[in-house]
Protein backbone atom coordinates (compact mmCIF):
# COMPACT_ATOMS: atom_id res chain seq x y z
CA UNK A 1 0.00 0.00 0.00
CA UNK A 2 1.18 3.56 -1.06
CA UNK A 3 0.18 7.16 1.17
CA UNK A 4 0.71 10.55 -0.08
CA UNK A 5 0.87 13.38 2.64
CA UNK A 6 1.76 17.46 2.58
CA UNK A 7 5.05 18.67 4.22
CA UNK A 8 4.24 20.57 7.26
CA UNK A 9 5.18 19.13 10.54
CA UNK A 10 1.61 16.92 10.86
CA UNK A 11 2.92 15.60 7.01
CA UNK A 12 6.65 15.23 7.97
CA UNK A 13 5.79 13.35 10.82
CA UNK A 14 3.47 10.89 8.94
CA UNK A 15 5.82 10.83 6.53
CA UNK A 16 8.56 9.72 8.69
CA UNK A 17 6.15 6.50 10.58
CA UNK A 18 5.58 5.05 7.10
CA UNK A 19 8.82 5.49 6.18
CA UNK A 20 10.53 3.40 9.34
CA UNK A 21 7.27 1.05 9.21
CA UNK A 22 8.58 -0.15 5.23
CA UNK A 23 5.44 1.58 3.94
CA UNK A 24 5.71 3.08 0.23
CA UNK A 25 4.92 6.88 0.19
CA UNK A 26 5.41 10.52 -1.47
CA UNK A 27 5.75 13.46 0.34
CA UNK A 28 4.87 16.66 -1.47
CA UNK A 29 5.20 19.98 -1.06
CA UNK A 30 4.08 22.72 -2.97
CA UNK A 31 6.52 25.38 -2.29
CA UNK A 32 9.78 24.99 -3.44
CA UNK A 33 11.65 25.52 0.01
CA UNK A 34 11.28 24.75 3.17
CA UNK A 35 9.37 27.39 5.63
CA UNK A 36 11.30 29.54 7.20
CA UNK A 37 8.59 30.95 9.09
CA UNK A 38 8.58 30.26 13.17
CA UNK A 39 4.57 29.51 13.16
CA UNK A 40 3.92 27.00 16.29
CA UNK A 41 6.67 28.50 19.05
CA UNK A 42 5.93 26.13 21.85
CA UNK A 43 5.98 22.18 21.12
CA UNK A 44 4.42 19.99 24.21
CA UNK A 45 5.26 17.28 26.32
CA UNK A 46 3.42 14.66 24.29
CA UNK A 47 4.77 15.96 20.61
CA UNK A 48 8.55 15.52 22.34
CA UNK A 49 7.25 12.15 22.98
CA UNK A 50 6.42 11.46 19.35
CA UNK A 51 9.03 12.98 17.99
CA UNK A 52 11.71 10.39 20.95
CA UNK A 53 9.72 7.90 19.27
CA UNK A 54 10.36 8.47 15.75
CA UNK A 55 13.96 9.52 16.66
CA UNK A 56 13.33 13.14 15.94
CA UNK A 57 14.01 14.33 19.10
CA UNK A 58 17.39 15.58 20.05
CA UNK A 59 18.01 18.41 17.99
CA UNK A 60 14.47 19.92 18.88
CA UNK A 61 15.68 19.57 22.78
CA UNK A 62 19.05 20.31 21.75
CA UNK A 63 17.60 23.80 19.93
CA UNK A 64 14.10 24.65 22.36
CA UNK A 65 14.25 26.79 25.17
CA UNK A 66 12.51 25.47 28.31
CA UNK A 67 13.10 28.66 30.19
CA UNK A 68 11.97 31.39 27.61
CA UNK A 69 13.43 34.55 29.10
CA UNK A 70 10.32 37.36 29.11
CA UNK A 71 10.64 41.26 28.89
CA UNK A 72 7.91 44.06 29.33
CA UNK A 73 7.57 47.47 29.32
CA UNK A 74 5.45 49.29 32.33
CA UNK A 75 3.46 51.82 31.93
CA UNK A 76 6.56 54.05 32.77
CA UNK A 77 8.58 52.47 30.07
CA UNK A 78 10.82 50.48 31.81
CA UNK A 79 11.52 47.06 30.94
CA UNK A 80 10.92 44.73 33.43
CA UNK A 81 11.86 41.04 33.25
CA UNK A 82 8.75 38.45 33.62
CA UNK A 83 8.55 35.63 35.40
CA UNK A 84 9.01 32.37 33.21
CA UNK A 85 5.50 31.42 31.30
CA UNK A 86 6.79 27.72 30.94
CA UNK A 87 4.48 25.02 33.42
CA UNK A 88 6.21 21.99 33.66
CA UNK A 89 4.48 19.10 33.09
CA UNK A 90 3.26 17.08 36.70
CA UNK A 91 4.99 14.21 37.74
CA UNK A 92 2.01 12.42 37.08
CA UNK A 93 2.07 12.37 33.33
CA UNK A 94 5.27 10.15 33.83
CA UNK A 95 6.95 12.76 30.76
CA UNK A 96 10.54 12.57 30.22
CA UNK A 97 9.95 16.05 28.50
CA UNK A 98 8.31 18.00 30.95
CA UNK A 99 9.12 21.08 29.78
CA UNK A 100 7.23 22.81 27.26
CA UNK A 101 10.03 23.51 24.63
CA UNK A 102 10.05 27.01 22.62
CA UNK A 103 11.44 26.39 19.26
CA UNK A 104 10.05 27.96 15.58
CA UNK A 105 8.24 25.34 13.19
CA UNK A 106 11.12 25.01 11.10
CA UNK A 107 14.09 23.87 13.67
CA UNK A 108 10.85 20.99 13.98
CA UNK A 109 10.30 20.92 10.44
CA UNK A 110 13.93 20.85 10.20
CA UNK A 111 14.13 17.23 12.36
CA UNK A 112 11.54 15.81 10.79
CA UNK A 113 13.12 15.95 7.40
CA UNK A 114 16.60 15.01 8.96
CA UNK A 115 15.03 11.84 10.37
CA UNK A 116 13.26 11.24 7.39
CA UNK A 117 16.21 11.58 5.31
CA UNK A 118 17.77 8.53 7.60
CA UNK A 119 14.80 6.43 6.27
CA UNK A 120 16.28 7.15 2.92
CA UNK A 121 12.63 9.12 2.36
CA UNK A 122 12.95 13.23 1.25
CA UNK A 123 9.99 15.73 0.17
CA UNK A 124 9.28 16.42 -2.87
CA UNK A 125 9.45 20.37 -3.44
CA UNK A 126 7.58 22.32 -5.89
CA UNK A 127 4.60 19.49 -6.34
CA UNK A 128 1.40 20.62 -5.91
CA UNK A 129 -1.86 18.11 -5.13
CA UNK A 130 -4.49 19.62 -7.76
CA UNK A 131 -7.32 16.59 -6.95
CA UNK A 132 -7.92 13.57 -4.65
CA UNK A 133 -11.06 11.24 -5.62
CA UNK A 134 -11.81 7.75 -3.89
CA UNK A 135 -13.65 4.95 -4.66
CA UNK A 136 -13.41 1.96 -4.04
CA UNK A 137 -10.53 0.54 -5.41
CA UNK A 138 -8.44 3.05 -3.69
CA UNK A 139 -7.39 6.95 -3.75
CA UNK A 140 -5.87 8.78 -6.47
CA UNK A 141 -3.99 12.29 -6.39
CA UNK A 142 -3.19 14.44 -9.28
CA UNK A 143 -0.14 16.08 -8.89
CA UNK A 144 1.54 19.23 -10.70
CA UNK A 145 4.90 19.07 -11.17
CA UNK A 146 7.53 21.87 -10.78
CA UNK A 147 7.04 22.71 -14.57
CA UNK A 148 2.93 22.75 -14.96
CA UNK A 149 2.63 19.58 -16.07
CA UNK A 150 0.75 17.16 -14.68
CA UNK A 151 1.86 13.95 -13.49
CA UNK A 152 0.32 10.60 -13.53
CA UNK A 153 -2.41 10.08 -11.32
CA UNK A 154 -1.17 8.27 -7.94
CA UNK A 155 -3.13 5.48 -6.84
CA UNK A 156 -3.07 3.72 -3.51
CA UNK A 157 -1.28 0.25 -4.48
CA UNK A 158 0.60 1.21 -7.43
C1 LIG B 1 1.64 33.00 11.97
C2 LIG B 1 1.31 31.66 12.63
C3 LIG B 1 1.58 31.48 13.98
C4 LIG B 1 1.26 30.29 14.60
N1 LIG B 1 1.56 30.13 15.93
C5 LIG B 1 1.30 28.96 16.55
C6 LIG B 1 1.68 28.74 17.91
O1 LIG B 1 2.25 29.60 18.55
N2 LIG B 1 1.41 27.52 18.47
C7 LIG B 1 0.78 26.53 17.76
O2 LIG B 1 0.58 25.44 18.30
N3 LIG B 1 0.42 26.70 16.47
C8 LIG B 1 0.67 27.88 15.84
N4 LIG B 1 0.32 28.03 14.54
C9 LIG B 1 -0.35 26.93 13.87
C10 LIG B 1 0.63 25.88 13.38
O3 LIG B 1 1.59 26.50 12.53
C11 LIG B 1 -0.18 24.81 12.63
O4 LIG B 1 -1.04 24.17 13.55
C12 LIG B 1 0.72 23.76 11.99
O5 LIG B 1 1.52 24.37 11.01
C13 LIG B 1 -0.13 22.69 11.35
O6 LIG B 1 0.77 21.76 10.79
P1 LIG B 1 0.37 20.98 9.49
O7 LIG B 1 1.52 20.07 9.16
O8 LIG B 1 -0.97 20.37 9.66
O9 LIG B 1 0.16 22.10 8.36
P2 LIG B 1 1.17 23.18 7.73
O10 LIG B 1 2.29 23.53 8.65
O11 LIG B 1 0.29 24.28 7.22
O12 LIG B 1 1.81 22.40 6.51
C14 LIG B 1 1.06 22.02 5.39
C15 LIG B 1 1.98 22.10 4.20
O13 LIG B 1 1.30 21.58 3.07
C16 LIG B 1 1.52 22.42 1.97
N5 LIG B 1 0.35 22.28 1.10
C17 LIG B 1 -0.91 22.70 1.36
N6 LIG B 1 -1.71 22.35 0.35
C18 LIG B 1 -0.94 21.70 -0.55
C19 LIG B 1 -1.21 21.07 -1.82
N7 LIG B 1 -2.45 21.07 -2.36
N8 LIG B 1 -0.18 20.47 -2.48
C20 LIG B 1 1.07 20.46 -1.95
N9 LIG B 1 1.38 21.04 -0.76
C21 LIG B 1 0.38 21.64 -0.07
C22 LIG B 1 1.66 23.82 2.54
O14 LIG B 1 2.41 24.65 1.68
C23 LIG B 1 2.38 23.53 3.86
O15 LIG B 1 3.78 23.62 3.74
C24 LIG B 1 0.65 29.23 13.87
C25 LIG B 1 0.40 29.41 12.50
C26 LIG B 1 0.72 30.61 11.87
C27 LIG B 1 0.46 30.76 10.39
Excluded at 15 to 36: K, Q, S, W, Y
Excluded at 57 to 76: C, K, N, Q, S
Aim: hydrophobic share 40%.
Amino acid sequence: MSSLSERGPAGLTLACDLARRGVAFRIVERDLMPNTASKAKGIQSRSLEVLDDLGAVDYVVRTGIADLPMWFHDEHGTTVEHPSITVPAKDSFHTPYPNLLWIGQFDVEHALRERLADFGGAVEWGVEALDLTQDEGGVTVTLRAPQGGRTAPYERGT
